[in-house]
T-cell receptor, first 116, second 112 residues
Framework: QQQVKQSPQSLIVQKGGISIINCAYE??????FPWYQQFPGKGPALLIA?????SEKKEGRFTISFNKSAKQFSLHIMDSQPGDSATYFC???????????????FGKGTLLTVNP | EAQVTQNPRYLITVTGKKLTVTCSQN?????MSWYRQDPGLGLRQIYY???????DKGDVPEGYKVSRKEKRNFPLILESPSPNQTSLYFC???????????FGPGTRLTVT
């Protein structure tokens, strides 16, 4: 059972364009929604994250939009650059019933290619 | 520099030969976790630990063991590796009360 669905699987954008990656979740107990960026041969690195009490968070060229009623959130990369080419993972987390696990439930990832 | 380190980074082994992948963090984090990454499946949690001597299963714990004898270290043990454990493994850590997890560089394991 996939609890976080991510689309598209791959995305090609021209330099300067806007990249948009979407995620949908099922578990209403989730209360933390991060995006991770992963370059080849590297571990995932936290890019930006949002809590469900706000609908949008912006950090530089990266923005998360969050729709609690629709259980969806998305990553927007403005003025996309070739250096942004990487795999992006959305994730969701919420304390389990035992109050002990910060487990991240990941989407399957989006391979972003930004052409020069 | 705050970081999570893993060793080895690459490992090729044969079925049934016990191996250990080490993980260490220098951020004094209480929470540590292991994930495996497989094409088309994303990252899935194997085991986690809330503190020293406290460990519990994640989503895919079969065939793995862990231990947490020191706060900074969280080794992953495969006592009898099988080819279906060929994967990319990541260790992660987080401080108490925060969901922000920091990942290591990964260990690519091949079991033949």
């Amino acid at each position: 059972q996939q609890q976080v669905k991510q689309s598209p699987q791959s995305l090609i954008v021209q330099k300067g364009g806007i990249s948009i990656i979407n995620c949908a979740y099922e578990n209403t107990a989730f209360d933390y929604f991060p995006w991770y960026q992963q370059f080849p041969g590297k571990g995932p690195a936290l890019l930006i994250a949002i809590r469900p009490d706000v609908s949008e968070k912006k950090e530089g060229r990266f923005t998360i939009s969050f729709n609690k009623s629709a259980k969806q959130f998305s990553l927007h990369i403005m003025d996309s650059q070739p250096g942004d080419s990487a795999t992006y993972f959305c994730a969701a987390s919420g304390m389990d019933s035992g109050g002990s696990n910060y487990k991240l439930t990941f989407g399957k990832g989006t391979l972003l290619t930004v052409n020069p | 520099e705050a970081q999570v380190t893993q060793n080895p980074r690459y490992l090729i082994t044969v079925t049934g030969k016990k191996l250990t992948v080490t993980c260490s963090q220098n951020m004094n984090h209480e929470y540590m976790s292991w994930y495996r990454q497989d094409p088309g499946l994303g990252l899935r949690q194997i085991y986690y630990s809330m503190n020293v001597e406290v460990t519990d299963k994640g989503d895919v714990p079969e065939g793995y063991k862990v231990s947490r004898k020191e706060k900074r270290n969280f080794p992953l043990i495969l006592e009898s590796p099988s080819p279906n454990q060929t994967s990319l493994y990541f260790c992660a850590s987080a401080g108490t009360g925060t969901y922000e997890q920091y990942f290591g560089p990964g260990t690519r394991l091949t079991v033949t």
